[in-house]
């Protein structure tokens, strides 16, 4: 007897609906990109009990006629792609097409569609993958498709889904991750009662991700400079350092339009951020990256989730650049200039006040870091300030950030080192600090960023440097700052001179195991050029005889261990080098100002003027923040000024 048979289309559709359909959420992904392929304007998603009792997807697309309706519900049956060839340069979501024949053999499906010029529209109905009917509809041009009681003939299939709660939150990511794919598409997003979202087409990407995330994630993003490397086209947008997620729900990934998962882009995300993201943190991005469909494979998995990539590296260096770029760029909303006007403050906001006085308030040029002395004696002596009220506030607060200076600023050399360690003082500085200020630059004239003029205040629990600027209280962690400065001028130092190497008076023996040996070996010359000088000692074993200078020789395996495993997460040798910094950094927190070290109020301004000249001075080298804004709208909504 024979034993091996063809299994019929309604089994093989069910068995492919396994890989296509896990869940509701990968039916509502289907059924959209199937919208957006057929040149949709508008999509709008209707979803009940998470997708497990109903979905719905109206378009305004191409339609279908009655023939092409029919066939499209057959297993390979796309209009995507002919040939072999065109698989290899695809410019559709779809090409499989598997999607339709498998989600209508595990549901009730009906399918309404309705080519523009045509009189009338076709409607077939299908149940488990048999069709009902097949008959006109007067529909609206376009496609609406519905899929009721999901995996109602696979029951198996049914219990791994989860609460509907949990399904509905699959949806709204997957219809989050189209909506941001294109923005040029209207979305209405619909569950049983409720409207979650309606948003209107657009042509900027920032407007989309204000519409769906609101304000206060579009105002923690820096766009991406739109850039081209070796044929890598990249633009987006990504959270400003320091802002990051517990989670990767909100690190987007586009590759020619299509949402996807890889592990290059992460890793490449991360590179780019480098110190600037917490450890164990995801960042949140928004990035588009386009490619010639040639090196790109999509035909991973049967969801189109994944894709591969013909020249990992070719990605993931322009990745790594354009997430730079971005950080970098931001800099200028903190930069400033430590201006302390030589009048005093109520002369200062009377000036702001008179028109003529805004005039003067050309913007400075980026380079012009300016010291304004207002103290009298200069604040770098180390006399204690009189323990006077502070001023009064400033009654207006000038417009676009700027302070008003009535003398032209003084320029001090902008690269003049600063100091190695801020000593600890024994003078606690009692308010007032108020008379010093620090303004930000006119890198930013659109006036977009936050206020860029800094008040110091004084300092809290011998940790926390409080000042104002327009926006309300900005704190500074004193310890993270210092870690900050200290790490980019050691980041600067190294770059100028190489790695300072001190050299083991008795050089240490280590034991490594086989994988660690053979990886040591590989990469010697790396290790060399961060400082760290090995040679074979026999069958794996190494002798360490220098380390970089700035290391504590306490435990050089363990410094050893972790340089081994953040290396092989890279693999080009520019990235290796890049890792190095992260030894200096977790070297320099030991050397930065303590927590609760006290500082005199010179060195206070040394402090705050040293990290706003860095470049990326609202993060320790660990990504934690240095400093916070509290709005004053924040504090009326504490008090109960505002709701
Ligand atoms: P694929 O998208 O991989 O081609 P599908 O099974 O998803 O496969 O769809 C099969 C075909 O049905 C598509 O190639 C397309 O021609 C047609 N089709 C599906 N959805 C729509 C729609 N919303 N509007 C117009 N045509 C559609
Ligand atoms: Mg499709």
């Known amino acids: 007897m024979n034993r091996i048979h063809l299994l019929s289309d309604e089994v093989a559709s069910q068995v492919a609906a396994g890989e296509v359909v896990e869940r509701p959420a990968s039916v509502v992904k289907e059924l959209v990109e199937n919208s957006i392929d057929a040149g949709a304007k508008q999509i709008e998603v209707l979803v009940r009990r998470g997708g497990i009792s109903l979905i719905r997807v109206v378009d305004d697309g191409c339609g279908m006629n009655r023939d092409d309706a029919l066939l499209s519900l057959e297993r390979h049956a796309t209009s995507k792609i002919r040939t072999g060839a065109d698989l290899a340069a695809l410019h559709t979501l779809g090409f ?112 989309r991700i204000r519409d769906l995330w609101g304000a206060s994630l579009a105002d923690e993003l820096l766009e991406v400079p739109p850039m081209e490397r070796d044929g890598v086209r990249i633009h987006g947008y990504v959270g400003r350092a320091g802002v990051s997620r517990s989670t990767r729900t909100q690190q987007l990934t586009f590759v020619n339009g299509r949402a996807v998962e890889n592990s290059v882009l992460t890793h490449a995300l991360r590179e780019g951020y480098h110190t600037s993201l917490m450890k164990g943190q995801s960042p949140i991005t928004f990035l588009f990256i386009e490619l010639e469909p040639e090196a790109v494979d999509v035909n991973v998995h049967p969801a189109k989730r994944e894709v591969r990539f013909r020249e990992p590296s070719r990605v993931r260096e322009a990745v790594v650049e354009a997430v730079r770029a971005a950080l970098e760029s931001d800099r200028e909303r903190w930069s400033a200039t430590f201006v302390a006007p030589e009048k005093p403050v ?46 009064p506030l400033p009654e207006v607060r000038h417009t676009d950030g700027w302070v008003v200076t009535p003398e032209p600023p003084r320029a001090i050399p902008v690269g003049a080192p600063p100091p190695e360690r801020y000593a600890p003082g024994t ?82 023996t280590l034991e490594l195991g086989a994988r660690d040996s053979d990886w040591v070996a590989q990469n010697l010359a790396t290790l060399q050029k961060m400082g760290i000088g090995m040679e074979p000692f026999g069958a794996g074993t190494w002798k360490l005889d220098s380390l970089p200078q700035f290391v504590r020789l306490g435990d050089p395996l363990r410094l050893l261990r972790e340089v081994i495993d953040e290396l092989r997460t890279v693999s080009s040798s520019t990235s290796k080098l890049r890792l190095g910094e992260d030894v200096i950094a977790k070297t320099v927190c030991r050397a930065a100002v303590k927590a609760n070290d006290i500082l005199r109020e010179p060195e206070l301004i040394r402090l705050i003027e040293d990290l706003l000249r860095c470049d990326l001075p609202y993060c320790c080298p660990h990504g934690r923040p240095t400093m916070i804004q509290i709005s004053y709208s924040e504090l009326e909504k504490k008090f109960g000024r505002k709701v």
């Open 96 to 207: 499989r097409g598997e999607a339709l024949p498998s989600i209508a053999s595990v549901s009730r499906f009906r399918l309404c569609t309705r080519e523009h010029d045509a009189e009338a529209g076709t409607e077939i109905q299908i149940t488990g993958g048999k069709i009902d009917h097949v008959r006109d509809a007067g529909e609206a041009p376009g496609t609406q498709i519905e899929v009721r009681s999901l995996f109602f003939n696979l029951p198996a299939r049914r219990k791994f889904l989860r609460t509907e709660n949990t399904e509905m939150s699959h949806v709204e990511h997957q219809l989050a991750l189209q909506a941001i794919g294109h923005p040029e598409i209207g979305f209405v997003f619909r569950t049983d009662q409720r409207l979650v979202f309606q948003i209107p087409a657009t042509t900027s990407l920032h407007q």
């Open 346 to 391: 109520e002369e200062n906001a009377a000036a702001a006040e008179s028109p003529s006085a805004t005039q003067t308030a050309l913007p400075l040029p980026m380079e012009n870091l300016v010291i304004h002395d207002r103290v009298e004696p200069a604040p770098q002596t180390s006399s204690p300030t009189p323990a006077a009220p502070p001023p």
């Open 427 to 508: 003078l606690r500085v009692a308010p007032p600090l108020s008379q010093t200020t620090f303004t930000g630059n006119a890198s930013n004239p659109a006036g977009d960023a936050p206020s860029r003029s800094f008040r110091l205040l004084g300092v809290l629990g011998s940790l926390y440097v409080l000042m104002e600027n327009e926006g309300g209280l900005v704190l500074v962690d004193q310890h993270a700052a210092h870690e900050r400065i200290l790490f980019e001028q050691l980041q600067r130092r190294i770059e100028e001179q190489g790695v300072p190497v001190q050299r083991l008076l008795v050089p240490v």
